[in-house]
């Protein structure tokens, strides 16, 4: 099981706000790890460096052994890490078939569709995230559960090795979460690395086995849910802002 | 994605294949499917009325702006991509085809041909620095290279080379026979709308879509924005040059005046008018606008301003154009008479 | 010899002009992300309201007139066309290209299409060098000068400055203090038909008007904007001046055919070097 994913030393600022600040870790391949904080710690802003959307003012990012730190967003993604957005984003005309069929388009979606064809293989991810059913309806009629599935099939389409789910389920009911949840454990047992944020500890505590807290863009620990639960900074980080922890 | 789980999509697949075979066929039995034809059948058996020069030019001229209209709908209503230069292509195409006809005695063909591929070589010439940046820039930025090319070619230091302001002119026509030259129009128009639309239709067109509607989240979904983007932009040069080739030799010649900004809002006004995203809107539009220029000729200024005008209306109070409520009082009046 | 003193005088007038067109240009973007493709026309119909009234009613009351006419079109062109399609970019470019349109028709419909000037406000020349040049050249200077800095001062001392600041920074922060967004960019709507206006204003006199013309004031507009940035009034400033000594010099030195095209080149440049001008902020996601 080698390293996936390397994070050295990763800053960025906005104007005097340092919203990543010197932030390192790993994630080896098949892991299954969350990433918390509360609002604005600067979890959002880790995914968009890793996924190229923003470029760091310094440090290195490396997957799979290569340094793709500042590359183009469809590189990373072409290379094997898909990430999902925090604010639901789709494609608003057209169906959701077409949604996913873009992701399969991508050219390292390309290389797994061709065998089945571009349709075929987005149905089966349309059927894998549970919405075939609607793969002729647009989504701006979508609830927002089925959005976020939405997000999670556009990803699949590009057959990646790393998935970053950016708040996989928030503004989403019990039952939704639910789905989701189940969702996420199945692509994880068919092999996809997983790094999941979340600011509610609780949705992650009895998913994940390992998980990283951050507070205003520094680190501050890796470990079991259970250890970071106890621990007095994440404890402060949370209360101070008051959000709902346990 | 395991071998069992994409066997199940399988079947639903199969049905959609089979769906697109016969697409056509159901196409033909609705309403717009089926108007559409009646046009096309009309406009076919239009030389049967009239042999006249002059009448089938109106109708001559409006199949060209079609066409022009169409490759600017496609940018913008395919890609999201709005060009304010698009005289550019048709303008240079104009020249290239007059010249090669002109001065190296080509087929009108080819040198069509080669104009439309010089066009398409301009596109990629500003696509490429345009296209780096999001937005509106590449639309602006056509606009400026549009009037600088307008004062290039009209400028007398370089009239030996380009033909100041009097340009090309003696090109002969595609035919002498008025009947012939309409119908080898009708064909380009037709063919021009086939592939626009089935492009459109096809996985390409489904790409160009996404990045119009979420260019973030195409990029995310593995997609080369840039690489896209520029494809669409050739497409929509080349056909723009297609247009500006017929229509050098159409007026049997060609001057500065077709780089204006003016050109660029006939197709403007024609696709927005029809409605944008559409393609076939952008027919409509071009047949209203020269009917309706016909009646102006005397003044053209006139009816510039006039659609101008009628352009601001548009889409101010009906944004998405007037070809589908067209449409809809259509099918109500034709279910009337049938008495549905 | 080399009228070196003319290059710098020319670089300069068609700079300050152009920096008060461009400034208007830039504001807008920075404040509403739209970009006003009629903005030509503010700078067109100041001059034809100029040059249609001074003879009944004098030159100082057109004057007057045309600005306050320009102001109010800025601030309905805002309110009926721009404001109720706020939501849809491409129907804002096709609706301020179509209102360009419709005013430089409307002049060839009511008026017609050759070169008009009118008289300039002091007579005279002064010179400079060895070179006599026109007092109006002055009068633009000065007062370009004048209006660039009071427009400064007002962006950064007062209260409708300050929401135009806070919202080119971050919209969504300044709405939550409660600053109303629409109003704010109706207000910079109509400064920017103002310094477009004050651009005509200081410099017909001294050259033409004709109705094709607003589209070249706003492809030079655009060229300055990509160069300093979009948004930004330094870069706007900054990039006149670069702009108008380049084609000055090309104009004296090279050719005056070549002049034309400087804007398309240094757009051009710009983009490929630098993406995001010489002050660009960074573009986020
Ligand atoms: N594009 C941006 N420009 C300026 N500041 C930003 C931007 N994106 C995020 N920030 C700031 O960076 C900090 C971290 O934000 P974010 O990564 O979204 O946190 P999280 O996802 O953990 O809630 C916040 O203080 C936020 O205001
Ligand atoms: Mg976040």
């Not at chain 1, 608003?92 to 077409?98: E, G, M, N, S, Y």
């Not at chain 3, 002049?259 to 902020?281: D, E, H, N, T």
Request: hydrophobic residues 50%; positive net charge.
């Amino acid at each position: 099981m080698g390293v996936i994913l390397e994070v050295k030393n990763l800053t960025k600022k906005y104007g005097g706000l340092t919203a990543v600040n010197d932030f390192s870790f790993e994630i080896k391949r098949g892991e299954f790890i969350g990433l918390i904080g509360p609002n604005g710690a600067g979890k959002t802003t880790v995914f968009n460096l890793i996924s190229g959307f923003q470029r760091p003012n310094s440090g290195t990012i490396r997957f799979d052994g290569k340094d793709i730190t500042g590359m183009a967003p469809y590189k990373i993604v072409n290379l094997g890490v898909a990430r999902t957005f925090q604010l639901v984003r789709s494609f608003k005309l057209l169906t959701l078939l077409d949604n996913i069929s873009v992701s399969c388009l991508s050219s390292r979606g390309k290389k797994v569709a061709k065998g089945h064809g571009v349709d075929e293989y987005a149905s089966t991810i349309l059927a894998s995230v549970g919405l075939v059913d609607k793969a002729r309806i647009p989504p701006i009629i979508l609830p927002h559960g089925d959005l976020r599935k939405l997000q999670i099939g556009k990803a699949l389409g590009t057959n990646p090795q790393l998935l970053l789910l950016d708040e996989p389920f928030s503004g989403l009911s019990h039952e939704e979460q639910d789905v989701i949840t189940d969702l996420i454990i199945k692509l994880h047992d068919d092999g996809v690395t997983v790094f999941m944020t979340g600011h509610v500890l609780r949705e992650l505590m009895h998913l994940v086995p390992r998980v990283i807290a951050m507070h205003q863009g520094k680190f501050i620990m890796d470990g079991t849910p259970q250890e970071v639960a106890k621990n007095k900074i994440v404890l402060e980080a949370y209360l101070g802002k008051g959000e709902v922890f346990a | 994605m395991s071998a069992k789980s994409l066997s199940k999509g399988k079947g639903r697949v199969k049905k959609k294949l089979s769906g697109s075979k016969s697409y056509l066929l159901n196409w033909s039995k609705t309403f717009r499917g089926r108007l559409t034809i009646i046009c096309l059948i009309g406009l076919c058996l239009i030389p049967l009325l009239t042999q006249n020069r002059y009448y089938l030019g109106i109708f001559i001229t409006a199949m060209i702006f079609s066409i022009f209209a169409a490759s600017w709908d496609f940018l913008a209503g395919f890609t999201g991509q709005v060009s304010f230069g698009q005289a550019i292509f048709f303008g240079i195409s104009g020249y290239i085809t007059s010249y090669f006809i002109r001065y190296l005695y080509l087929p009108w063909w080819a040198s069509l041909l080669i104009g439309s591929l010089v066009g398409v070589a301009f596109g990629l010439l500003i696509g490429i620095p345009a296209l780096r940046l999001k937005g509106p820039y590449l639309g602006l930025a056509t606009m400026v290279l549009g009037l600088i090319m307008f004062y290039t070619f009209l400028n007398v230091k370089f009239e030996p080379w380009l033909g100041g302001s009097e340009g090309i002119s003696k090109i002969p026509q595609i035919s002498r026979n008025a009947v012939e030259t309409y119908y080898i129009h009708l064909i380009f128009m037709i063919t021009s709308f086939l592939i626009l639309i089935w492009i459109g239709k096809s996985k390409m067109g489904t790409v160009f879509k996404s990045i119009r509607d979420d260019d973030i989240g195409a990029e995310a979904s593995g997609i080369n924005l840039t690489k896209y983007k520029l494809i669409a932009f050739m497409i929509s040069a080349f056909f723009a040059g297609i247009a500006g080739g017929l229509f050098a030799m159409h007026n049997r010649g060609v001057n500065p005046g077709v780089f204006q900004p003016l050109y660029s809002f006939y197709a403007i006004v024609m696709a927005s008018l029809g409605g944008i995203a559409t393609i076939s809107g952008s027919a409509l539009g071009s047949y209203f606008f020269w009917f309706a220029a016909e009646l102006f000729s005397e003044w053209p200024d006139v009816s510039v301003f006039i659609f101008a005008i009628i352009l601001i209306l548009v889409i101010r109070f009906a944004e998405h154009g007037i070809l589908k409520p067209v449409l809809e009082r259509l099918k109500d009046i034709w279910d009337l008479v049938l008495g549905k | 010899m080399v009228p070196i003193a003319e290059v710098i005088i020319f670089g300069t007038i068609e700079a300050s002009v152009y920096g008060l067109l461009a400034l208007g240009f830039s504001l807008v973007y920075g404040v509403g992300g739209i970009l006003n493709l009629s903005h030509g026309l503010f700078y067109l119909l100041t001059g034809y309201i100029i040059f249609w009234t001074y003879t009944t009613i004098g030159i100082v009351w057109a004057v007057i007139l045309a600005l306050i006419i320009i102001i109010i079109v800025g601030g309905l062109s805002y309110l009926l066309l721009i404001k109720p399609l706020q939501e849809n970019h491409v129907a804002i470019l096709i609706i301020t290209f179509s209102l360009g349109f419709f005013v430089e028709q409307f002049i060839k419909v009511f008026g017609d299409a050759i070169p008009h000037t009118v008289p300039s406000f002091v007579g005279g020349a002064i010179t400079i060098l060895g070179v006599p040049f026109p007092s109006q050249f002055f009068v633009i200077l000065i007062g370009s000068f004048i209006v660039i800095a009071i427009t400064g001062l007002f962006i950064s001392k007062s209260k409708i400055g300050k929401s135009i600041r806070a919202i080119s920074q971050d919209r969504e922060a300044a709405m939550l203090m409660g600053i109303n967004a629409d109003r704010t960019l109706m207000y910079t709507v109509m400064i920017s038909a103002a310094l477009a206006g004050i651009a005509a204003v200081l410099y017909v006199p001294a050259s033409s008007i004709a109705p094709h013309m607003g589209w070249d004031v706003l492809s030079n507009s655009f060229a300055i904007v990509i160069f300093g940035g979009l948004g930004s009034l330094k870069g706007s400033v900054v990039g006149a001046f670069i702009l108008g000594y380049t084609r000055s010099f090309v104009n004296y030195f090279i050719d005056p055919a070549f002049s034309a095209l400087v804007p398309i080149v240094v757009i051009i440049l710009v983009l490929l070097i630098r993406p995001r001008g010489i002050f660009g902020k960074k573009e986020v996601y």
